[in-house]
């Protein structure tokens, strides 16, 4: 630009028309509007571009005043542009300041869009004298579509990468809680044990025995959710969908927590209605409704309440739990369902555990096709917990597996224990004895086998670790379901293991195994889980219970 | 460095503070927030040396306007911004994420805007005080080092001797965007804009 293109005057008119019909001729070349004015702002030329996509023949654009013909141009301010370029100065017009100099409709688009236009204007001069202005638009509409589009890729790939830092830096908050939290029961654990084994005659013994008995429950809670977390993530995480009365469910939640809430003075109210049953696992609904509980009872202060309500509202059945508690920053409220987010994670936080309950039980509500919502108006304003299920058929469930009525009994049976860890086997043997059952312990499969083998213990029912050393559980029972004998191939045996998972399960059950029961054992469980098993016991069994309860 | 007397130095300073006024007003009112621009300082160079004088102020490669005027005063005048200045100035002004300048076209185009609107209305302040009528081209922008610029000005356009070079502040939504105006002059030029200048300041007392 503003290169001295010397031209050698040949004759001033003649070269005067050349110049003008070789500019037309560029003019209408160029694929950008290009039009001049004369000092007054009347158009001059209107070249091919502007006449194709204004729709203005050049017979009609020129010698018409600029802003009569396009009076947007003065009403938005731009007519100064010419006022300047009458004074000599360039002008560029930015696309992204002045959108566009010439309204022109895109072709094909509804609703008024214009193209958008970079323009330059400028004077025209004569000699020391300007005569006039020229114009140039180009259409840049595609580039800024581009830009925008880039624009926002780049703007989606910045939050991509600012959402993994963020889970990040959550997740190694995480491992900072989870050390503090796996941490925290054990020193009570260990803490307590030490000072049992060193004071002989602790007044406080009993104490001392809550207190290791509710740090390692708090303890298991805390490995099952982590588990349950690691499944869900996994995809692991499988339902054993019965139809099930989730007004049940809610109960058996209540009861678990009523003794914590009763603990800190809070009441549960409750308004249950008859409900339609749902399709669901039990045991993980249940887990739903208890988390939910637990969480109202961690946060709601002595003196607060805590309300259940359970309705059915069209095909759901929609759970409320609604607490008196801190509630929940409205900001931190779209987090709550986050795994590892905690509203306070800073180590001098007040309240425990892990930040996983509520992301499982969101898990859980969606696995089972519902929805779970947060609302609190701030905090210390309460928190309300709602879940949706849909509704199932209305036929009445079966009784889970071994809810039996009357007392149950184990009294003069004979039980075979495999287990190889010492103080399992131990723990095993105690319980039986204590319901009063007759046991034999052996720490192999090949112990086991001898004893089914001999005529001096004949249990009728068989109790096994499957991970024991040498032959484990499945490879037993294998054994003994193939035995020639047909008392060894009918032993109920149960698997009592470590291995919780439902693939375990499956693979025990299948393996030749009547029942499943994960580790760690809860009595009342595993003595009705034998007891149920009784049908399958041997006549001569029955004969000898019988005689046994003449003895009591 | 030609030394400017204190005189000299405040009417100049006067005289483009009310050019980057007129400047600001546009901004202002083109983009619909309130735009500061302040001139702090102005120093003359021989053309030789403002390649180190301004590579000791912007080390990275810079976005430069470049605008040559013509008439009675003649020269090339440019706006140099570093990238990141030129980008953050971008945003500021049309609210919304600059792209690598060397991909994004419409912040090339933004600042090539802003730096014809800032060398019009500074050479345009000039041109009124000599009573004379200033042309300019077209407003160009490259993206290359400070001391390639300076070289291409050198090679190109013989005879211009001295460099005017104006610190300029961009203030906007509570940020700050620093630049530098250089205006290359012939010494004639050079001569009768500062004897225009000082007579100026003199009118005015």
């Known amino acids: 630009m503003g290169a001295q293109t010397a031209v050698k005057t040949v004759a001033g008119t003649e070269l005067d028309l050349v110049t003008l019909g070789a500019t037309q001729w560029i003019n209408d070349l160029s694929n950008r509007g290009i039009f001049t004015t004369n000092t007054a702002l009347v158009i001059c030329s209107w070249n091919a571009w502007l006449v194709a996509n204004t729709g203005l023949a050049a017979d009609c654009a020129i010698g018409r005043s600029l802003f009569d013909l396009f009076p947007s141009i003065r009403d938005r301010g731009f007519d100064r542009y010419y006022r300047e370029a009458l004074g000599g100065e360039s002008r560029i017009l930015s696309e992204s300041l002045h959108k566009y100099l010439i309204p022109i409709a895109i072709k094909g688009v509804a609703g008024g869009v214009e193209m958008s236009q970079s323009t330059r204007i400028g004077p025209i001069r004569s000699g020391d004298a300007i005569v006039g202005t020229v114009t140039a638009i180009d259409d840049v509409t595609e580039r800024v579509v581009m ?49 049992l084994r060193t004071q002989q005659h602790l007044k406080s013994r009993d104490h001392a025995l809550d207190v290791i008995e509710r740090n390692a429950a708090s303890q298991l809670r805390l490995i099952e959710d982590l588990l349950d977390t690691a499944r869900v993530i996994s995809g692991k995480l499988r339902l054993e969908v019965r139809t099930v009365r989730f007004e049940d469910v809610v109960q058996a939640a209540i009861e678990v927590v009523t003794p914590a809430a009763t603990a800190k003075g809070i009441p549960i109210t409750t308004s249950v209605d008859v409900l339609p049953t749902v399709q669901g696992d039990a045991d993980r609904l249940q887990q739903v409704v208890w988390n939910l509980l637990s969480n109202a009872v961690k946060f709601t202060a002595r003196g607060g309440h805590i309300n259940v309500s359970a309705a059915t509202a069209g095909d759901s059945v929609v759970l409320t739990v609604r607490d008196t508690g801190e509630g929940i920053d409205r900001e931190f409220l779209p987090y709550v369902f986050d795994r590892f987010r905690q509203a306070d994670a800073s180590t001098s936080r007040r309240q425990g555990g892990l930040g996983l309950g509520l992301a499982l039980v969101r898990q859980l509500v969606e696995l089972h096709g519902g929805t779970v919502t947060a609302d609190s108006a701030g905090i210390d304003t309460g928190t309300i917990f709602t879940v949706r299920l849909p509704a199932g058929q209305s036929e009445s469930p079966p009784k889970a597996p071994w809810a039996r009525d009357g007392a149950v009994t184990i009294r003069g049976l004979s039980v075979l224990v495999v287990e190889d860890d010492r103080d399992g086997r131990a723990m095993l043997v105690t319980i039986l004895k204590n319901y009063g059952a007759r046991v034999r312990a052996v720490a192999s499969a090949a112990s086991a086998l001898r004893i089914l083998a001999g005529q001096r213990f004949k249990p009728d029912v068989l109790l096994s670790d499957i991970g024991l050393s040498g032959t484990d559980g499945l490879a037993l029972i294998e054994q003994i379901r193939g035995a020639a004998s047909a008392r060894m191939r009918r032993l109920p045996a149960i698997a009592v293991t470590a291995y919780a998972n439902p693939e375990d399960r499956d693979r025990a059950l299948r393996a030749g195994f009547q029942a499943h029961l994960p580790k760690p054992i809860d009595a009342q469980v595993l003595i009705q889980l034998i007891d149920q098993l009784r049908p399958r016991l041997s006549a001569a069994v029955k004969r000898r219970r019988q005689t046994a309860r003449v003895a009591t | 460095m030609l030394q400017l007397t204190d005189v000299q130095q405040d009417a100049l300073i006067e005289l483009l503070n009310i050019g980057f006024g007129r400047a600001a007003a546009s901004l202002s009112q083109l983009t619909g927030h309130r735009v500061l621009l302040e001139v702090p300082e102005v120093s003359i160079h021989l053309v030789s040396e ?131 105006l250089v205006i290359v002059l012939s010494v004639a030029s050079l001569d009768r804009l500062i004897r225009e200048v000082e007579e100026w300041e003199h009118r005015q007392r």
């Open chain 2, 50 to 180: 403002v390649a180190e004088a301004l590579e000791r102020v912007v080390r990275t490669d810079v976005a430069s306007v470049h605008q040559i005027f013509s008439g009675p005063v003649a020269g090339d005048a440019l706006l140099i911004l570093d990238y990141q200045g030129a980008s953050m100035l971008k945003e500021l002004l049309t609210n919304e994420p600059a792209l690598p300048l060397s991909i994004d076209t419409s912040a090339r185009e933004v600042i090539t805007e802003v730096g014809n609107i800032l060398l019009n209305a500074c050479l345009g302040t000039f041109g009124n005080l000599l009573q004379v009528q200033v042309s300019f081209s077209v407003p160009h922008l490259s993206l290359e080092s400070v001391g390639a610029i300076l070289e291409s000005l050198r090679i190109n356009r013989r005879g211009l001797e001295y460099a005017l070079i104006v610190h300029a502040g961009f203030r906007l939504r509570e940020a700050e965007v620093k630049g530098y």
């Open chain 1, 147 to 195: 830009e925008r589009e880039l624009r926002s890729r780049i703007a989606a790939l910045d939050r991509a990468r600012l959402i993994a830092e963020e889970n990040s830096r959550l997740k190694d908050e995480f491992l900072a809680t989870l050390s503090h939290e796996i941490r925290t029961p054990l020193n009570a654990v260990l803490g307590w044990t030490r000072i």
